[in-house]
């Protein structure tokens, strides 16, 4: 079993639709990120969060460290926001490890 | 902030021959760099990651090696290149003070023939 787990794998949506990806992990953490891929490779980071929320735009990031679950959420999506999104963590430790989920592949359709 | 250069781009090898794919790092001094191998249609994959010159931790066995020889440079590299090899690599760095956020390379697409 992987130390991350994301859900859904892939996800169609039209646009303007709400999207919400979720994050389970089975480790302690000090942090999580999530990530966004876009077909020709590059990473960004979206958010780093150890708790509570944050809001950038119209992406939205949860985490309950208690239950172990991230949420990203996204208001009015378009197809410019059609990516892989990938949630990741930094183990606790001092190890400074990641470990990442497979990802979230998100199709926007118009 | 951090700006990470990683070339090259694109790479075709072919089995046997060596690697060197290079990431430096500037805006910042003494990060934590790290190595990720992304197989086709998985995960991301934590090969190496150094907190310092000439501190290096590898995560799985494999055929690759890294070295860091000045603090902003990270190097992977391979001997002989196996076709198992073949992937998208990332080079990414993190400040060592609690919180930093994770900067990523546009990364390097490897075929191995």
């Known amino acids: 079993k992987n130390e991350v787990e994301q859900s859904p794998q892939n996800l169609t949506a039209q646009e303007g639709e709400f999207i919400t990806i979720n994050c389970s992990y089975s480790?302690?953490?000090?942090?999580l990120h999530w990530l966004q891929q876009h077909p020709g490779g590059g990473i960004v980071s979206l958010f780093m969060?150890?708790?509570g929320k944050k809001k950038h735009g119209r992406l939205i990031a949860t985490i309950n460290i208690q239950e172990k679950h991230s949420s990203l959420h996204i208001t009015a999506s378009h197809p410019r926001d059609s990516a892989v999104y990938i949630c990741?963590?930094?183990?606790?430790?001092?190890?400074?490890?990641?470990?990442f989920g497979k990802g979230t592949k998100l199709t926007v359709n118009p | 902030s951090q700006t990470i250069h990683q070339w090259p781009a694109t790479l075709v090898q072919p089995v046997g021959s060596p690697l060197s794919l290079e990431c430096t790092v500037e805006?910042?001094?003494?990060?934590?760099l790290y190595w990720y191998r992304q197989a086709a249609g998985r995960g991301l994959q934590l090969l190496f990651y150094?907190?310092?010159?000439?501190?290096i931790s590898s995560e799985v066995p494999q055929n690759l090696s890294a070295s860091r020889p000045q603090d902003r440079q990270f190097i992977l590299s391979s001997k002989k290149l196996l076709l198992s090899d073949s992937g998208f690599y990332l080079c990414?760095?993190?400040?060592?003070?609690?919180?930093?956020?994770?900067?990523f390379g546009n990364g390097t697409r490897l075929t191995v023939t």
């Open positions: 990414a760095c993190k400040l060592t003070t609690v919180n930093s956020p994770l900067h």
């Open positions: 969060l150890s708790s």
């Open positions: 480790v302690g953490i000090s942090a």
């Open positions: 805006g910042t001094s003494n990060p934590n």
């Open positions: 990741a963590v930094i183990t606790q430790g001092g190890s400074e490890k990641l470990v």
């Open positions: 150094s907190v310092g010159i000439g501190q």
